[in-house]
């Protein structure tokens, strides 16, 4: 093998090694989106509950000023 085949082998190694890198990077940032989106969906699920009670509740209190 001459030197510079050496060299092109040595640097589609390190070319290689980055990609991998880069790629369980994107696997771990998504994850970690998913993550968070689970965490801001039930967030808000509970804010809807909240605003679904807080609705009703003053519908109560309307239909009770009303009789």
């Known amino acids: 093998m001459s030197k510079e085949e050496a060299t092109q082998e040595f640097m589609l ?7 991998n890198k880069l790629v369980d990077e994107v696997a771990r940032l998504t994850k970690e989106l998913a993550e968070e989106k689970a965490v801001t969906k039930a967030f808000q699920d509970h804010v809807n509950e909240i ?13 009770r000023k009303k009789h």
């Open 13 to 19: 190694k390190l070319a290689d090694a980055r990609i």
């Open 51 to 63: 605003d679904d009670f807080e609705i009703a509740y003053l519908d109560t209190l309307d239909k």
